[in-house]
């Protein structure tokens, strides 16, 4: 089914982190003092201070890409606070939509969010995510997938609106471009 209108990031929350508490974390993480952190220390960062929520995959490389402006290979403390305000704005909304608070997000939940966010697909496709990215397979996908699971799918939209010029949800292509697109994304 073709998407509907397009993907919206996650709202903006407004309260800032306190500096204190993250400059606390940023320093134990950066182990060399170098004032920039790693992937893997971004990782750790992220584990230690969102507990739960972040301990299954390793989206850090992602995020260092997303905010490491200099292309330093790594964050700064004013980056690292850009990711986490993003991390955070993402665990609001998981917590938005995870009504049960069982700390997943099952498949009904995750058509409500990705409704909220203007995609409009079948009941079909919602088990093909949750089949794709429940590492557990409990039917249902922590915070870490869910937000995996968003950031792909955005992607993917983004690729397919490029070629979806007239914006009807249907595109034509030759497998040679599909390929494109497939690996503008991999």
């Known amino acids: 089914m073709a998407y509907h209108s397009p993907y919206r990031a996650p709202p903006q929350n407004n309260a800032a982190p306190d500096q204190s508490f993250l400059w606390n974390i940023f320093q134990r993480v950066d182990k060399d003092r170098s004032g920039v952190i790693s992937d893997s220390e971004l990782q750790q960062a992220l584990s230690n201070g969102m507990y739960q929520l972040y301990r299954n995959l390793d989206l850090s490389p992602f995020f260092s890409a997303m905010f490491d402006r200099e292309n330093k290979g790594g964050v700064n403390f004013s980056e690292f606070a850009g990711v986490w305000k993003y991390v955070t704005d993402w665990q609001n909304i998981f917590r938005n939509y995870d009504r049960d608070n069982s700390g997943f997000i099952d498949k009904n939940e995750l058509k409500q969010a ?12 919602y088990s093909t995510l949750i089949e794709k ?23 993917l939209t983004d690729v397919f609106r490029r070629y ?23």
């Open 164 to 186: 979806d010029t007239d914006q009807d949800g249907w595109i034509q292509v030759s497998y040679e471009q599909y390929l494109s697109m497939v690996f503008n994304i991999v």
């Open 114 to 125: 990705l409704t909220g966010f203007g995609y409009r697909l079948s009941d079909q496709f």
């Open 133 to 155: 990215f429940d590492r557990q397979r409990k039917g249902q996908v922590a915070f870490d997938d869910f937000i995996q699971c968003c950031i792909v799918l955005q992607r």
